[in-house]
Structure formats: structure tokens, C-alpha cells
């Protein structure tokens, strides 16, 4: 048994999936397992930059070892889901973990700020939230979640299965993880902008995660979650003009917004050795914003 820090979280030639990895809290992610070995397949939406993202993440993997592939492919259709893993099955016999990371956010397209609102302004504004909005961010925020999870089982249950050249399960060692995406938002109501129903996928994707470790846990197939708070990304754009959160950045406990290495090492956290015991639990990732809006300030 080894300390080591080195040791503990290392993930040094193991495989991963991570969806939504072309940006954001994506790439973040994808970057700190390719800096730190990793062989990453990148998944993002067929408009977005995978092949210049590879190309960056495989410059950043040289001194490594890791490494980057890309996939285009639409996570919010379950065929689009099925196709996805029969293409890293093909490559792979085992994933030692996916990160579950896509998500979308739809804000009513008639904006207030719903703690000065009127009554009438209020109910114009929730009302003019089409259903679609509904639809799509609980298709990709939570439903494809479940479908990736369910697609990639085998895979997972491989890594965990598998012995290691220490003689110990691939499980032993954090191998065979799913990691979900979910946000601060779903622990909270505290917000001057209506974001219903990307809050409400975000507590359903909350559940979601202790389900489906309850469903994984007899091939010790770990799934867990993290819920990030102000952080760089296409849905946050922290810093740019008019942005809606930016009277709040200071009231955060940490008086800053998150960054890559905050997200990075909690992931490397629990996909390595170090996190093998967590399971079935989300990490909240916020500098300590959940406490004000629980209102112990």
C-alpha cells in the first residue's frame, strides 16, 4: 500500500469517454486526464471543434503519454447513443471511466430579473418558455445520462473486473466510473434569473446518479457527480459583458469564479485510487456559494 500521491491518482494509460469535450467544463476535464496519461475519446456535437481540440490535447499529451481521439455525435438521440459505444468497442475492451458531461441551458426568451419582477412581468416571462426548452434540456441534461451509462455498462463493468498488474481489481484502483455533470443549481432557488428547467433536469440528473449506482453496484461499477458552480464555460461566460451572474461572483465565500484546476482535480479525485470508496454521492465544486444560498451567510 502506497501514499504516494503520485500513486494515488494516477491515471496514467487509462481510457475515457468524455461527452461535451470540445468546451467548458469539458475540456477542462479532457485536458487534466491528458496532462495527466490518459487516452481520451472526445465527444462534442459534430458543429463543434473536435478536430482542433484533439489536436490541443494531443500537443498537451506529449510529455505525458495521453492522448486525444474525436467523435462527433448527438447525445440528446439514444440511436446516435448506441452507435457511439459500438465505435469505442471496437477499439476498446474496457472503459475505465466516462464522464458524463454534455448539458445544455434554455433561459425563457422573455428575460426579467425574477426577484424585482411584477407579478405580471414574472408570469410573461415563465410563460414564454416554449415546451421544446423543456423537452431538449431534460433529453440531454438528464435522459442522456441513463442512455450513456446504460450503452457503456459492459465496458465499466470490464475495467472494474479486470486485474491489475498489482494484482488487485481494476475496481481496486477507481477503474470502471461514470462521472456526472450535474450544477449548484439543483441544490438552490436563490438566482435572479429564471432557470427552471435547467435547475429542475439538474436535481432530476442529481437522482439519477444515486439510481444508477443502486442499479451498477453489484459489478462495482461506481457512478457519481459533481455539481460545479460559477465556472468558465459557453453557457457561463464569466467576464463578458452584461453577464448575468456577475453581481454575484463577489458574494461566492472563495471571491472568485471556479477554474480548470478545480474541476480537473476533483475529477482526478474520483476517477483514481484515490476516490475508489466514493459511490453513488455528488461533490459540490461551488467556493462555498450553496452555503449563502441556503442563506447561512
Same mark, same amino acid.
Given at each position: ?23 467548458? #467544463? ?72 466516462? #464522464? ?28 414564454? #418558455? ?9 433529453? #440531454? ?157
Amino acid at each position: 500500500m502506497s501514499l504516494n500521491i503520485q500513486e494515488l491518482f494516477n491515471v496514467k494509460g487509462r481510457v475515457a469517454v468524455v461527452t461535451g469535450g470540445s468546451s467548458g #467544463i469539458g475540456l477542462m476535464i479532457s485536458r487534466g486526464l491528458v496532462s495527466n496519461g490518459a487516452k481520451v475519446y472526445l465527444v462534442a456535437l459534430p458543429s463543434d471543434p473536435i478536430n482542433e481540440t484533439v489536436s490541443e490535447l494531443n500537443d498537451l499529451g506529449r510529455e505525458s503519454g495521453g492522448s486525444a481521439q474525436g467523435y462527433p455525435c448527438d447525445v440528446s438521440s439514444k440511436e446516435a447513443i448506441a452507435e457511439l459505444s459500438r465505435e469505442i468497442s471496437k477499439k476498446e475492451t474496457a472503459l475505465d471511466m466516462l #464522464i458524463s458531461n454534455a448539458g445544455i441551458r434554455r433561459d425563457p426568451p422573455l428575460a426579467c430579473n425574477v426577484l424585482t419582477a411584477s407579478l405580471e412581468e414574472l408570469q410573461s416571462s415563465m410563460w414564454s #418558455i416554449q415546451t421544446k426548452d423543456f423537452d431538449d434540456t431534460f433529453r #440531454i441534461n438528464t435522459t442522456a445520462h441513463y442512455f450513456l451509462s446504460v450503452a457503456f455498462l459492459p465496458l465499466l463493468a470490464a475495467a472494474a473486473e479486470r486485474p491489475t498488474s498489482t494484482g488487485v481489481k481494476g475496481r481496486d484502483e477507481g477503474r470502471g466510473v461514470m462521472v456526472v455533470t450535474s450544477s449548484c443549481a439543483s441544490m438552490h432557488n436563490s438566482t435572479n434569473v429564471d432557470m427552471t428547467s435547467y435547475a429542475s433536469s439538474k436535481a432530476a440528473t442529481d437522482h439519477l446518479v444515486k439510481l444508477l449506482a443502486a442499479k451498477y453496484n453489484r459489478f462495482y461499477v461506481r457512478v457519481v457527480g459533481i455539481n460545479p458552480g460559477f465556472v468558465p464555460s459557453n453557457m457561463n461566460p464569466i467576464g463578458a459583458k452584461g453577464n448575468i451572474f456577475s453581481s454575484l461572483f463577489e458574494k461566492v465565500p472563495a471571491k472568485r469564479a471556479g477554474n480548470s484546476e478545480d474541476i480537473a482535480g476533483t475529477v482526478l479525485y474520483l476517477v483514481s485510487k484515490a476516490g475508489a470508496y466514493v459511490d453513488g454521492v455528488s461533490v459540490c465544486v461551488d467556493g462555498g456559494r450553496i452555503l449563502l444560498a441556503n442563506g447561512q451567510e
